[in-house]
């Protein structure tokens, strides 16, 4: 199975700044079937990227995703305060799809 | 609007099954795939497996083949997983998901509220 690993493990920003999240690839991820979700404390995950790069509906353009092979890139632009949370890759280009362990977005 | 609503909490024993339902509504329930995904107290997620409603042809992953049964019932527009030979490993959240279907089969834009299931003695 394909093994993903998210860095860093925290990130300690403020609000206004720009967020760099990494999700590794142990092998290169079918058609750049890629995935990034946001979960908050005591809800479900949210799709925000799908495609590596497509943002999914409903939201904002500060979310971007970029990336192929086997490095894949979640950019926030501009951080809002709703935007802390734990972040998520998900490879499906190959069964069984599998998730990168998590970078928890924290304020600073 | 797309709504997937599961059935409540569960505490369990080794060794026993537990089965747990994702109703949805507000969309075609035979037009789109539903996954079950599992998150271990304060983990990560974990992908179980698949379930295609118009058919019932399920696909799971490896880890939990002998132990996982997905099954539809389109009169109710209701998907439930049941998981038998229960581990204490196997406390979870357990959530259903929609599978968006675009481009391809495996993200998912909807998603249960999540069960929780304890397994204890």
């Known amino acids: 199975e394909i093994v993903l690993t998210q860095s860093p493990g925290t990130l300690s920003l403020s609000p206004g700044e720009r967020a760099t999240l990494s999700c590794r690839a142990s092998r290169t991820v079918s058609h750049s079937y890629l995935a990034w979700y946001q979960q908050k404390r005591g809800q479900a995950p949210r799709l925000l990227i799908y495609?590596?790069?497509s943002r999914a509906t409903g939201i904002p353009d500060r979310f971007s995703g970029s990336g192929s092979g086997t490095d894949f890139t979640l950019t926030i632009s501009r951080l809002e305060p709703e935007d802390f949370a734990v972040y998520y890759c998900q490879q499906y280009g190959n069964s069984p799809y599998t998730f990168g362990q998590g970078t928890k977005l924290e304020s600073k | 609007q797309v709504q997937l609503v599961q059935s409540g909490a569960e505490v369990e024993k080794p060794g026993a099954s537990v089965m747990v339902s994702c109703k949805a509504s507000?969309?075609?329930?035979?037009?789109?795939?539903i996954h079950w995904v599992r998150q271990a107290p304060g983990q990560g997620l974990e992908w179980m497996g698949v379930v295609i409603p118009s058919s019932g042809a399920t696909s799971y992953a490896q880890k939990f083949q002998d132990r996982v049964a997905m099954t539809t019932e389109t009169s109710t527009s209701t998907i439930y997983m049941e998981l038998s030979s229960l581990r204490f490993e196997d406390t979870a959240v357990y959530y259903c998901?929609?599978?968006?279907?675009?481009?391809?089969?495996?993200?998912?834009?909807?998603w249960g509220q999540g069960t929780l299931v304890t397994v204890s003695s």
């Open positions: 507000g969309y075609t329930f035979t037009n789109y795939y």
């Open positions: 998901a929609r599978d968006a279907l675009i481009t391809a089969p495996g993200n998912f834009d909807y």
């Open positions: 495609g590596a790069s």
